[in-house]
């Protein structure tokens, strides 16, 4: 499985941005998919993941009303709607796709500041 991130930027607190991902390959045997993220000096964290089938993800704490996960399976991509921007939600920002092994996209960076 290949992943492919798109839609990182700059932008202002209180903005929006729209994260992308595309999987090719054995896309068939993903059994859901997601995005992680990682701040200079800390560790990776998930931050939202959707099962293959349902239409409801899982969210971090801190980006729970904020933030909406979606998967259109026709188009074998996830997407992650970011609302209200923070500074502290700055860092790159990982697709991962899951079967039996764990798979991951190169990052985007997402830097929210005035």
């Known amino acids: 499985v290949q992943l492919q991130a798109s839609g990182g930027g700059l932008v202002q607190p209180g903005g929006s941005l729209r994260l992308s991902c595309a999987a090719s390959g054995s896309i068939f045997s993903i059994n859901g998919m997601g995005w992680y993220r990682q701040a200079p000096g800390k560790q990776r964290e998930l931050v939202a993941t959707i099962v293959t089938g349902s239409l409801t993800g899982f969210y971090a704490p801190s980006v729970k009303g904020r933030f909406t996960i979606s998967r259109d399976t026709a188009k074998n991509s996830v997407y992650l709607q970011m609302n209200s921007l923070k500074p502290e939600d700055t860092a790159v920002y990982y697709c991962?796709?899951?079967?039996?092994?764990?798979?991951w996209g190169q990052g985007t960076q997402v830097t929210v500041s005035s």
């Open positions: 991962n796709a899951w079967d039996s092994t764990q798979y």
